[in-house]
């Protein structure tokens, strides 16, 4: 199943057809991830209790937001493996893949050495109730140890992606989520472990995954340079990656503090509220899964034309990915507006929280139309490997979100927090697109490098 062959050029005419070769693949997989989601939260909602929704919800964005500081590694190794294979630089595409994976794996193992604290620390900042708290420590007490295949994941699927290898991604998170989906069902259904049961199936999907990656990646460890340490620890090449790492470890960070303080600050409204917030988020990832499809396109496309210096093929791989991403957005946003409401009452039982999350289903069914400039814009600059820019409007769009939370939840509430999530889409692609012109100034220089 792995695509063996050469990495694409920059030299290849820059197409629709391409475009969709690339997208399709990573819309298809992408879309079992938030159908995922609203498995691990069906599951728990068939049996009558807000709570056990609330500690799914709180446990994987606890874990998905620490995972995702390390979401540099995904982030990064598209864009460096993208250039080096526009460069033609075959060898550095190997050393690539072994520096992503060595940082992926030590960064698990601290993770899990290091558990108790963070566990600690999250639980510390969380309002939830004492019954959501502790199913949702049950859950993470499991997930964590599953930490350090989720982590050195990203550095695979940013190798691939960055070759233009998305059939071996699709292939990936397929087998991953088809078995989450089938040991969720057994676990909580059948053999009635509920909270614990969801967190086992993803532990077993994640390591899974991981293996049958390395094996999809397999032609990389052909070329006897995946193990030259001279050149993996090199330090021209380490001293990049940092400044690239740092700079997306900010805005990974940010990221996260943005959708973990939505989700915390929720929580204080109830446990309706909480479980109600946590299935419209599912809307949510749904949205940003499809899109990402076109902007993890936008990336491979333009990374490689960096890496080739050709300024005309980074104008046509924004412009095609952006126009396609545009339509489906469209696309999605009249489909939340028509069955929103019924896609609610399949996802719980209670009517508490059926009736709450529909109160507030016309934010998430309108987040396609305010988030699609933001999506094209981020994988635009991730493969441009702009890391500085992208830190910087980041922690701006994090400020506005904080400034609108503030100044709205006292008179409107959970209203005003779905609006300050609004505002972050927003102000994420207006501060992105203001700094366009000069990423595309810097194609051929040394100035994009970090």
């Not at 999250?122 to 964590?144: C, K, M, T, W």
């Amino acid at each position: 199943m792995a695509e063996t062959g050469a990495p694409s050029t920059p030299e290849k005419e820059i197409t629709h057809r391409r475009v969709l070769a690339i997208a399709l693949p990573i819309v298809l997989s992408n879309a079992t991830v938030p159908l995922l989601g609203a498995v691990d939260t069906g599951v728990v909602g068939q049996l009558g209790e807000a709570a056990p929704i609330g500690a799914v919800g709180i446990g994987a964005v606890i874990l998905s937001a620490i995972y995702w500081i390390f979401g540099f590694l995904r982030m990064g190794t598209v864009g460096l493996t993208g250039q080096a294979a526009g460069a033609g630089d075959k060898v550095e595409v190997s050393v690539i893949l072994t520096r992503g994976l060595f940082i992926g794996v030590t960064g698990g193992v601290l993770l899990i050495a290091c558990q108790t604290p963070l566990l600690w620390a999250s639980f510390s900042i969380s309002p939830a109730s004492d019954e959501v708290e502790n199913l949702a420590r049950q859950y993470l007490g499991i997930r964590i140890w599953s930490a350090p295949a989720a982590i050195a994941g990203y550095a695979v699927t940013g190798w691939l992606i960055g070759q233009e290898r998305t059939k071996s991604v699709f292939v990936i998170q397929i087998w991953m989520n088809s078995l989450n989906i089938v040991l969720d069902l057994v676990f909580v259904m059948a053999f009635g472990w509920g909270v614990k049961g969801v967190a086992f199936a993803t532990f077993l999907a994640e390591w899974s995954g991981f293996v049958l990656g390395l094996w999809l990646c397999r032609d990389a460890f052909a070329n006897k340079a995946w193990r030259d340490w001279t050149r993996v620890l090199a330090r021209s090449k380490l001293v990049r990656l940092a400044n690239v790492s740092s700079d997306l470890l900010v805005r990974s960070v940010t990221f996260e503090c943005v959708f973990v303080s939505f989700m915390l600050v929720g929580s204080r409204f109830g446990d309706i509220t909480l479980a109600a917030n946590q299935i419209l988020l599912q809307f949510l990832h749904f949205t940003a899964f499809a899109l990402d499809g076109f902007a993890f396109a936008a990336e491979a496309l333009v990374a490689q034309a960096f890496g080739a210096k050709n300024r005309t093929a980074v104008r046509l791989s924004a412009i095609f990915t952006s126009s396609w991403a545009g339509a489906v957005s469209v696309l999605m946003t009249l489909l939340f507006l028509a069955g929103g409401p019924a896609i609610i009452d399949l996802m719980s039982t209670s009517e508490g929280v059926r009736q709450a999350a529909r109160t507030y289903v016309i934010y998430v069914a309108f987040v396609p139309i305010f988030g699609v400039a933001a999506f094209m814009l981020d994988g635009i600059f991730v493969g441009a490997v702009r890391s500085r820019d992208m830190r910087n409007t980041t922690l701006i769009s994090g400020a506005a979100y904080g400034i609108s939370a503030l100044l709205l939840l006292q008179p409107l509430g959970n209203h005003g927090l779905w609006f300050a999530l609004m505002v972050f889409f927003v102000a994420r692609a207006v501060t992105l697109g203001l700094r366009y012109p000069a990423l595309e100034r810097s194609v051929g220089s040394d100035s994009h490098v970090v």
